[in-house]
């Protein structure tokens, strides 16, 4: 399949999905995901950094690069025409699309994950989960696909519809091409990226990082949800953790719109994602802002996570 002389690691986003009989609404909407990014990379390249004069739900100031991003991206969904409901961190309630559900997807995104970095010239992402229909609040198991987007060195798309986890990257003529296909995670984790404060830390979770230490894993935290996990997914050999923390139980990271996401991803790549307790795509949303404490990464790691909080909380 495919053009002679040209290898499969050239091939498009779109010409990729065709090729795996993708469902045509589906990569229309992976597509204007994709277009909307060139403008939001433009726009941290060379964009304002001044402060929107704005706050979000969570009452953090936006800056404008967060406002712009949301703007762009939800101008695309909106006129995708196979997009029913948005929710997204930088608005406080579901954006109706459409009425009519039927044959239509639902969105859930962060546009600018990490923004506080951007003014450090550090690593951003933008992350987006898809439902099938216009029922944000299912369990992330049901998502039909999920995708990060990562503004470093160079702009990379990582991507699953449930059948592996591919990596495309832009070219110079600002189109994805896919460049790793089926990664796959090992089993026993070589770094750690420890979030929240350490004093904070159960003792569970204290006991699982001096035991990560002990087997000399390595620490890896920018502070960026989308390049820590892609460090990760990338090497094959890492966990992830933003734990229950005390006067925190659920941690700070929001569960529709990074952990499902990335849960999804990484078990797709056969690794893990859990709460401490139990898998976070098994985690029933009550509400737009939920957040969950998550261990995400080897199998081996989480399910060692898993025990150790079981023990000693
Ligand atoms: P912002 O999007 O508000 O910058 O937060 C980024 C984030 O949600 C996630 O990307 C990081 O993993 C996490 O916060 C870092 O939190 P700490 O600054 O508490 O380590």
Not at 41 to 55: C, E, F, K, M, W
Not at 74 to 103: F, M, P, Q, W, Y
Not at 188 to 203: F, V
Request: proline content about 4%.
């Amino acid at each position: 399949m495919g053009e002679p002389g040209k290898t499969k690691f050239q091939i498009n986003l779109r010409r990729y999905l065709r090729e795996n009989d993708e469902n045509r609404d589906l990569t229309r909407l992976i597509c204007e995901i994709a277009e909307a990014s060139k403008y939001i990379v433009n726009s941290i390249r060379t964009g304002d950094l001044g402060v929107a004069g704005t706050s979000n739900l969570y009452g953090e100031e936006q800056l404008a690069l967060d406002v712009l991003s949301d703007r762009i991206l939800r101008k695309r969904l909106a006129h995708s025409g196979v997009v029913a409901n948005i929710v997204s961190e930088e608005t406080n309630d579901i954006i109706t699309v459409s009425e009519e559900c039927e044959g239509k997807y639902s969105v859930a995104y962060d546009p600018l994950d990490g923004s506080s970095l951007v003014d450090v010239n550090l690593a951003v992402g933008t992350i987006v989960s898809i439902y099938e229909g216009g029922n944000l609040f299912l369990p992330g198991r049901k998502q039909v696909a999920a995708l990060y987007i990562l503004y470093g060195p160079r702009t990379t798309m990582v991507l699953s519809t449930g059948n592996g986890v591919h990596e495309f990257s832009m070219n110079q003529l600002m189109e994805y091409t896919l460049t790793r296909e089926n990664m796959r995670m090992d089993e026993k984790a070589s770094i750690y990226a420890p979030g929240g404060q350490r004093n904070l830390y159960s003792k569970g979770t204290e006991s699982f990082v001096s035991d990560l230490e002990r087997h000399g894993a390595k620490l890896r935290y920018s502070g960026g949800f989308v390049p820590d996990i892609n460090q990760i997914l990338l090497k094959g050999k890492g966990v992830f953790l933003y734990p229950h923390l005390k006067g925190h139980p659920n941690g700070k990271l929001r569960l529709l719109y990074e952990l499902n996401p990335m849960a999804f991803l990484i078990e797709q790549a056969g690794g893990a994602a859990s709460t401490g307790r139990i898998p976070i795509l098994d985690l029933q949303p009550e509400g737009i802002d939920d957040r969950a404490p998550v261990f995400i990464g080897c199998k081996e790691d989480v399910a060692r996570a898993e025990t150790m909080i079981a023990e000693l909380g």
